[in-house]
């Protein structure tokens, strides 16, 4: 069974940094997708961005220039990073996987069938 598992995320303080590691138990298919989405608290989840086999990423509109994803093939290990820490990026951070059946992966919820169990982030100011 496919699995993903995040890594610890934590409290940090705003301004600062984070990278946070999804570790991917194997790959949907040999076309796939894994995307990161994020659960403020009392909001609905939503997508940060995804990257897929090919290596391309797609991050959502709103959060371009301070999220980077990027991926380790070889550990099968998909990582966030966030810059310029803010209060409102508190939140629970997902991983998801799921096979990549257009050009490019979905920001999507329904996309993904494969979850892990998230990671929460607390940034204080």
């Known amino acids: 069974t496919l699995q993903l598992l995040e890594s610890v995320g934590g409290s940090v303080q705003a301004g600062g940094s984070l990278t946070l590691s999804c570790v991917v138990s194997e790959y949907p298919s040999r076309d796939y997708c894994v995307a990161w989405f994020r659960q403020p608290p009392g909001k609905e989840r939503r997508a940060v961005g995804t990257?897929?086999?090919?290596?391309?990423?797609r991050i959502t509109v709103s959060l371009q220039g301070r999220f980077t994803i990027t991926e380790d093939t070889a550990s099968h290990t998909v990582q966030l990073r966030v810059d310029s820490l803010i209060p409102e990026d508190t939140a629970t951070y997902y991983c998801?996987?799921?096979?990549?059946?257009?050009?490019?992966?979905?920001?999507?919820?329904?996309?993904?069938?494969?979850w892990g169990r998230g990671t929460q982030v607390t940034v204080s100011s």
């Open positions: 998801a996987a799921g096979a990549r059946l257009y050009a490019d992966c979905h920001l999507v919820q329904s996309s993904y069938p494969y």
């Open positions: 990257i897929d086999n090919t290596g391309a990423t």
